[in-house]
């Protein structure tokens, strides 16, 4: 064998092994679409929990809510760099429904406020769980996936949290 061949077919495989579509890492519409979901539920309740740190007079619902915030907050941190690279702007703040949910919670207080914030977040994260559960199945990009697995366990926790929360308010 020529060695002057060796490096041009290893370059040559490098290639191809980069183009081919199980090594691919472009996101699909699909793939966008529920990074953008993703950031925006995250920004939802990290708002919902910020008021409720705030309002709770429960001191368990206070502390949910503040790992809500922490929790939310890492989740936005680690799906940013597929953000980034995939050119999509994230949120910065609620969306129309959940201000609406603020703008409900803000006129209650006490327990009312208690049980409907956890009430919000049982809905929340249900939805949430069901759109990471098929994400999580129907993505191929391998390292997306794995941020996506990761989010799933998460919001999976906190929607057995808020359920067992819900039950004791």
Not at 89 to 118: C, M, R, V, W
Request: no cysteine.
């Amino acid at each position: 064998m020529n060695m002057k061949s060796v490096p041009a077919s290893s370059a040559l495989l490098g290639l191809t092994l980069a183009l081919s579509p199980a090594f691919a890492h472009a996101a699909t519409d699909d793939d966008k679409k529920f990074l953008a979901m993703a950031a925006q539920s995250d920004q939802n309740e990290i708002a919902l929990s910020q008021l409720a740190d705030q309002k709770a007079t429960n001191p368990a619902v206070k502390r949910f809510a503040e790992k809500m915030i922490s929790e939310h907050t890492k989740m936005t941190a680690s799906m940013k760099p597929f953000a980034e690279s995939w050119g999509l702007t994230p949120p910065t703040g609620p969306d129309a429904d959940h201000q609406k949910a603020i703008d409900k919670l803000n006129g209650l207080s006490g327990a009312d406020f208690d049980k409907e914030y956890i009430s919000d977040m049982v809905s929340d994260h249900a939805k949430a769980l069901s759109a990471f559960t098929t994400e999580a199945k129907d993505t191929k990009d391998v390292k997306f996936k794995a941020a996506v697995i990761k989010g799933k366990t998460a919001v999976a926790a906190h929607k057995n949290m808020a359920y067992d929360l819900k039950k004791k308010l």
